[in-house]
């Protein structure tokens, strides 16, 4: 073998580097759901009552739904029977000094600083607080004095329940009712952490808030909730990153987030979705079938979605803005990256009810090997939406002849006033391109790297900083093996 | 029992005497298999499919003109001999997908009326006129010859139920145009091609709404090299409902396909527009291109639209664009600054907007159906 062969084979032999199993003593309930595991889920959680009613309410109605199956992905049933619906490390730390060193070097590893002394060493990056998910439960929550200081109440959903239940309460299934959809609905019944982020009136929130989930243990289902609410004129950005191990049989991850603007406020949340996506023959990986969707209410107010999504054996998922107060702004952009034999159904859905309503959705899909990558996206005007505008743009990508690349945008308007404009192309990675690479010296697994990082790069362009260069990196890794 | 499984049930069951040597067969088994389709099912999720079956499809009471046609034979499926048998036999369901349009399958069971349009090679394309056939269920099957070429026209016809299939042989053209007058009925119709190599297939549809006039247009471009646009023109008047389904499915290489189209929806007018680009795995080479773009006229018109790619091939060029909105402030403000009445600015206005949806074949009667000007 030639020396660059072997260069090639090298990196197409690298496989997911998040894939390592932590050994950890944890305490799982044994697979199944019926209504004794939503009590028991509850009371582990030490949850007030109208908590526990509010859980069995979902379940009761998650049993009369239908499994969803308009999604452009094909999977073998899920036994719902055959999964755990709680997991945690058995010992729950009290503080930040206390966590289980074996979890923090599962972080280290991860490249999440759980040390605030450690991200505070680092002068130029900047400071971002972390709420860290592994399996059912919240390990730890970074700089939540400085937070505090600044009135932000940032901590897991259980904490505020504990601790804030009226803004929980208050806020919790507004954005997504339980009965929303089928995994919404299942999520509401047995979600076990997750992250609340409260910002108060006229705040802007001093660091980049960030959550991050791990599922680590064998057969569970990792089932998170993130409530987020901006009050009047405040500003917060969030991000969200996660990661699985290894294994050959798929796993669960249904969450839900919710977002709530009140007017003049904005939300910022991003994602960078790497859950396994199991190996080239499918095998194994994470289904992600996940509900997100954010609330206009104020006017003026402002959400903002962006993903990188190239992880996940099946993606299912559409962030959404319900745009109810006038002149308010919602925006989705979003790279989703399919690769090998991964499946991916995802988009957004804008639903404008206030007048003046503006919203952008930039989608940028690629796909390689035999993967198929769909976009699916809904743009609601209604009768109230006077001087409502949408633009829509929605490109593919298609690397290799043996993926599929599919578009399937719903425009609904019933108001004259408001414009509707949707742009979608199909292309290949263009053989000029390639050539003018190679003519300069650039191997070809490079230029294609290159190539679609420009491609994505709208979208890059509304990640924070470091999470940008770290998203490029992502997609040169995801997209080995994808060339010659 | 839902309105969908009853309607299929008694479809089944039905035994018509028309044109007995037709095999029924295969769309009994469909219809059993895949059933009619269900309300706020994915392909009927802004109609009501169940008005359809309410409604029963009827022979209408007066067959219009006789359909006409120089250059093409015109063969009724009762009066076929041998020949025409063959032909029917051999292209019928060759463009229509059972599985797809499980009304076609209605369609085969209870037609009461069929016709076959043959068109050979000839030095001139063939002209073929077919009006009202009365026959309220029917079939029409369009044969063109390799190389041949033909154009056919279907004028005021407002049957409750047709179905035309156009066969394509190789290097064949064919010029298609519908012209759907404004109705009070419920209405199906489905148009499906089969596009042999390098011919060119060239469908336009005028139409006006009805109580609920849905359209399948279908075509399949099969051959290597084939062509294929379709134009869409409608203007919906107060009350009336359009469903337009068009797909395109490349299922060859080098082939090229465009999809126009133009709406104007008024008051309490609801339309519905899908536009499918389908690019099967091999096709390479594929260009498709679909554009459409909608005017409200009033706060009650609503618009449903849905341009949908699906690509199983990498080296393909596809795009779509939609756009929704009302008629151009500016333009109007700058007409109505020119000393042009409103009420004529407005009409002009949406005449521009239409016409680029008109094609050259039977422009001027597209252009009286929709009300505009040349």
């Given at each position: ?80 029977e055959a ?8 010992n729950?730390?009290?503080?930040l ?52 200081d ?198 957004t ?53 043996a ?63 470091e ?6 990196k992502?997609?040169?890794v ?7 | ?14 035994r ?45 009471p ?9 250059g ?29 349009h ?5 369609n ?17 394309p ?94 399949r ?60 795995p ?34 393909v ?19 109505r ?6 009420e004529?600015?407005?009409?002009l ?11 050259d ?14």
């Amino acid at each position: 073998m030639s020396e660059q062969n072997q260069a090639v084979h090298d990196r197409l032999a690298r496989e997911y580097s998040a894939g390592f199993v932590t050994e950890i003593e944890s305490e799982t309930l044994p697979p199944g759901l019926d209504e004794d595991v939503v009590r028991a889920i509850s009371a582990k959680k030490d949850e007030p009552s109208w908590m526990t009613d509010w859980r069995l309410d979902a379940f009761r109605r998650w049993r009369t739904m239908p499994e969803p199956n308009w999604a452009h992905v094909s999977f073998d049933p899920i036994d719902f029977e055959a999964i755990s619906y709680f997991s945690a490390p058995r010992n729950k730390p009290k503080s930040l000094d206390e966590v289980d060193p074996e979890l923090l070097r599962t972080y280290d590893k991860l490249g999440i600083p759980l040390h605030e002394r450690e991200a505070l060493a680092g002068v130029e990056k900047p400071q971002i607080a972390v709420d860290a998910v592994f399996d059912s439960v919240s390990i730890a929550t970074t700089f939540k004095e400085r937070l505090r200081d600044a009135g932000v109440i940032f901590c897991s959903i259980a904490e505020a329940m504990r601790d804030h239940p009226e803004l929980v309460r208050k806020y919790l299934g507004t954005v997504v009712p339980v009965s929303d959809n089928f995994y919404a609905a299942l999520n509401s019944a047995v979600f076990s952490d997750g992250s609340f982020v409260y910002v108060p009136k006229h705040t802007r929130c001093p660091m980049e808030l960030s959550t991050y989930f791990r599922i680590n243990a064998e057969n569970t289902g990792q089932f998170e909730r993130t409530l987020i609410v901006a009050d009047e004129g405040s500003y917060v950005s969030y991000l969200e990153g996660c990661t699985a191990p290894m294994r050959d049989e798929t796993q669960l991850h249904a969450a839900v987030v919710e977002l709530v603007a009140l007017e003049d406020a904005e939300i910022k949340y991003s994602t960078v979705q790497n859950w396994y996506p199991g190996d080239e023959q499918g095998r194994g990986g994470i289904y992600n079938f996940v509900t997100k969707r954010g609330a206009c209410v104020g006017a003026r107010s402002k959400i903002s979605w962006t993903q990188v999504e190239t992880g996940s054996a099946i993606t299912w998922k559409y962030p959404s803005v319900v745009l109810r107060g006038d002149d308010s702004i919602g925006e989705f952009y979003s790279v989703a990256l399919t690769h090998n034999a991964q499946q991916a159904d995802t988009g957004t859905k804008m639903l404008h009810i206030g007048r003046n309503t503006k919203s952008t959705i930039v989608s940028k899909g690629i796909s390689a090997g035999r993967s198929q990558n769909a976009y699916r996206g809904r743009v609601r005007m209604n009768p109230g939406a006077t001087g409502a505008r949408n633009h829509t743009r929605c490109d593919s990508l298609l690397i290799g002849d043996a993926c599929g690349a599919h578009t399937f945008p719903y425009i609904e308007s019933r108001n004259p006033s408001a414009v509707v404009e949707h742009e979608a192309t199909t292309s290949k990675v263009s053989d000029d391109q390639l050539f003018l690479c190679a003519q300069r010296g650039i191997d070809p697994e490079k230029a294609v790297s290159m190539i679609v990082n420009g491609f994505c790069r709208e979208v890059f362009r509304e990640l924070p900083m470091e999470f940008a260069v770290e998203a490029g990196k992502l997609l040169e890794v995801s997209l080995e093996g994808a060339v010659g | 029992m839902t309105p969908a499984e009853t309607f299929a049930e008694r479809t089944h069951a039905q035994r018509v005497d028309y044109a007995p040597w037709l095999d029924r067969e295969a769309s009994r088994r469909a219809l059993a298999e895949h059933g009619l389709p269900e309300p706020r099912c994915e392909a009927w999720r802004y109609s009501n499919p169940n008005r359809w079956y309410q409604a029963e499809p009827r022979p209408s009471p007066s067959a219009g003109a006789s359909p006409r046609a120089v250059g093409a034979r015109l063969v009724d499926f009762a009066t076929a001999d041998d020949d025409a048998r063959t032909l029917v036999r051999d292209h019928l369901h060759t463009a229509a997908d059972r599985a797809k349009h499980p009304l076609a399958t209605v369609n085969d069971i209870a037609m009461r009326l069929g016709l076959l349009v043959h068109v050979p090679v000839s030095d001139t394309p063939a002209e073929v006129e077919l009006g009202e056939l009365g026959g309220g269920i029917e079939r029409v099957l369009v044969v063109v010859d390799p190389n041949a070429s033909a154009t056919l026209v279907e004028r005021p016809a407002t049957p409750t139920h047709r179905v035309v299939e156009c066969v394509l042989g190789e290097g064949a053209q064919l010029d298609h145009v519908r012209l759907q007058p404004p109705a009070e009925s419920v209405e199906y119709h489905l148009v499906a091609a089969r596009l042999g190599a390098a011919s060119r297939y060239r469908l336009a549809q005028y139409s006006q709404g009805a109580s609920l006039r849905r359209n399948d247009l279908h075509v399949r471009v099969a051959g290597r090299g084939g062509e294929a646009e379709v134009r869409c023109g409608y203007r919906l008047a107060a009350g009336t409902h359009l469903d337009t389904q068009v797909g395109v499915e490349h299922e060859a290489t080098d082939g090229v396909s465009r999809q126009t189209a133009r709406g104007v929806v008024g008051d309490r007018a609801r339309a519905v527009l899908n536009g499918r680009i389908h690019v099967a795995p091999g096709a390479q080479r594929s260009d498709a291109a679909l554009t459409t773009k909608s005017l409200l006229l009033a706060a009650t018109a609503q618009l449903n639209a849905k341009p949908e790619l699906t690509i199983y091939a990498d080296d393909v060029r596809c795009a779509h664009g939609a756009t929704v909105g009302e008629l151009d402030a500016d333009a109007l403000f700058y007409l109505r600054s020119r000393g042009v009445v409103e009420e004529a600015a407005r009409e002009l206005l949406i005449g521009g907007f239409l016409a680029e949806a008109v094609a050259d074949v039977a422009g001027d009667d597209a252009r009286a159906l929709l009300g505009i000007g040349r």
